[in-house]
């Protein structure tokens, strides 16, 4: 298994461009979920599903869409990038609702100029 | 979710345990003590987790105070690949497995 996988590693953006982070994973999980992290600062959530076809808000939703057509992917979009939202952009996934554990994947570091 | 507090960070010698406490005082009875990890530049890796009882894995074990209100992740033996910031999550096994809500962690800092 590849695990959780995310593309690009990195990417630059001029204030106002628009972009879609890729998130794939090969395990099967039901649950999969956009993090951002800024220096210094733990992952604080972003959108999350619980599903193919269903996703929610997180703490930090604002500037971000998200769809889930497959169980396997979960795209994140920036409608129109801000300098604010340079960040560090992890997805994860875990198998079921309840305790399991998440699987995160290596991160996509986003510059907004 | 009920908030954790950690110590910002910690050192540790080579070869010795670690031992990293958290603070959970508010933890409700639904909810797990969870520890995940993050190496520099890297996602986070789950570590292990547990509801009242001590848990022991490859990884780590993790010590619960019986009235749980705080618990104290192991390193048995750390090496400086364990040198990366700890996290401790409380989060309850029902609901939406999507949330954990990280803090700021303890940055562990493995020395020779």
């Known amino acids: 298994n590849a695990g959780v996988t995310q593309t690009p590693k990195f990417q630059v953006l001029k204030t106002g461009q628009s972009m879609t982070l890729q998130c794939a994973q090969d395990?099967?999980?039901?649950?999969m979920s956009w993090y951002r992290q800024d220096p210094g600062m733990g992952l604080r959530l972003i959108h999350y599903?619980?599903?193919?076809?269903?996703?929610d808000q997180g703490e930090v939703p604002n500037g971000y869409n998200v769809s889930r057509s497959t169980t396997e992917d979960f795209p994140l979009r920036l409608l129109s990038a801000a300098p604010s939202q340079t960040s560090v952009y992890f997805c994860a996934s875990s198998y079921r609702q309840g305790k399991e554990t998440q699987y995160f994947g290596p991160g996509t570091r986003l510059l907004v100029l | 979710d009920a908030k954790t507090t950690q110590p910002p960070s910690m050192d540790c010698a080579e070869g010795r345990a670690a031992n990293l406490p958290c603070n959970h005082s508010?933890?409700?009875?639904?909810?797990?003590v969870y520890w995940y990890r993050q190496i520099h530049s890297q996602g986070p890796q789950y570590i292990i987790h547990g509801l009242k009882n001590n848990e022991t894995n490859e990884m780590a074990s993790l010590i619960i105070t019986e009235d749980r209100k705080s618990s104290t992740l192991i390193l048995p033996h750390a090496t400086l690949r364990d040198t990366a910031v700890y996290y401790c999550?409380?989060?309850?096994?029902?609901?939406?497995?999507?949330?954990?809500?990280f803090g700021t962690g303890t940055r562990l800092q493995v020395t020779l």
């Open positions: 508010t933890i409700s009875g639904n909810e797990y």
């Open positions: 395990m099967n999980h039901e649950y």
């Open positions: 599903s619980v599903g193919a076809g269903i996703t």
């Open positions: 999550i409380v989060r309850p096994n029902t609901g939406t497995a999507s949330k954990l809500t």
